[in-house]
């Protein structure tokens, strides 16, 4: 399984920003996708999920009602929608696949398959 994260780049305060992540190889009947960023000297950090199957998504606090997290099945690829954006979403954004049960989705240790990331800068 291979995951190709683009879309991100420099945009200025209250901007938008539309990321993408196409997902190729193999497939798992059911799993969900999910979108974790990382500041320099920081963690990892959760942003948003999404079940394949179904499409129920979960935010973190930090980014509900700015950011919209959805899938296009046919075209394998899921997305992130940024929207009002402020400089503290600089970060690396990454996309992440997870196909075992049991596992936390707010972590990134509940993730097997992650992609390069793509750079998302805020101006002020």
């Known amino acids: 399984v291979q995951l190709q994260a683009s879309g991100g780049g420099l945009v200025r305060a209250r901007g938008s920003l539309r990321l993408s992540c196409a997902v190729s190889g193999g497939a798992a009947s059911s799993y969900s996708m999910g979108w974790f960023r990382q500041a320099p000297g920081q963690k990892r950090d959760f942003v948003a999920v999404?079940?394949?199957?179904?499409?129920?998504?979960y935010y973190a606090d930090s980014v509900r009602g700015r950011f919209t997290i959805s899938r296009d099945t046919a075209k394998k690829t899921m997305y992130l929608q940024l929207n009002s954006l402020e400089p503290e979403d600089t970060a690396v954004y990454y996309c992440?696949?997870?196909?075992?049960?049991?596992?936390?989705?707010?972590?990134?240790?509940?993730?097997?398959?992650w992609g390069q990331g793509t750079e998302v800068t805020v101006s002020s």
């Open positions: 999404i079940s394949w199957s179904d499409g129920m998504t």
């Open positions: 992440a696949l997870r196909v075992r049960s049991g596992t936390s989705y707010l972590s990134p240790l509940g993730y097997d398959y």
